[in-house]
């Protein structure tokens, strides 16, 4: 089973920065394609960014692109979600997720099997 931690959510003014970090444990993380994924109240899930097992590839959504950056280091199996000139609409919960898959970035949510519990961004004006 494998279990994913967010960490790094928190309060920051409109323009600024956070990093956000997942750390799996229980896996052989360098098989894993992750993604971030947010949701705002009242909102649907939303992609925010994905990235390949190697780190060679990477797939941002639309409101993100720009902003903000997805890496990873699979000698500390953490994923990473960089986020700059942040904005009041960036506000939601965000969520990082894996899926045991080589060589793709995998956008849909329905196909990531294991998701963490979420960190919680607001981002005041």
């Known amino acids: 089973q494998v279990q994913l931690v967010e960490s790094g959510g928190g309060l920051v003014q409109a323009g600024g920065s956070l990093r956000l970090s997942c750390t799996a444990s229980r896996t052989i993380f360098t098989v894993h394609a992750m993604g971030w994924y947010r949701q705002a109240p009242g909102k649907q899930r939303e992609l925010v960014a994905t990235?390949?097992?190697?780190?060679?590839?990477?797939n941002y959504g639309d409101s993100v692109k720009g902003r903000f950056t997805i890496s990873r280091d699979n000698a500390k199996n953490t994923v990473y979600l960089q986020m700059n000139n942040l904005k009041p609409e960036d506000t939601a919960v965000y969520y990082c997720a894996a899926v045991r898959l080589l060589g793709s970035c995998v956008v849909r949510a329905s196909v990531y099997s294991y998701w963490g519990q979420g960190t919680q961004v607001t981002v005041s004006s």
């Open positions: 990235i390949t097992t190697n780190g060679g590839s990477t």
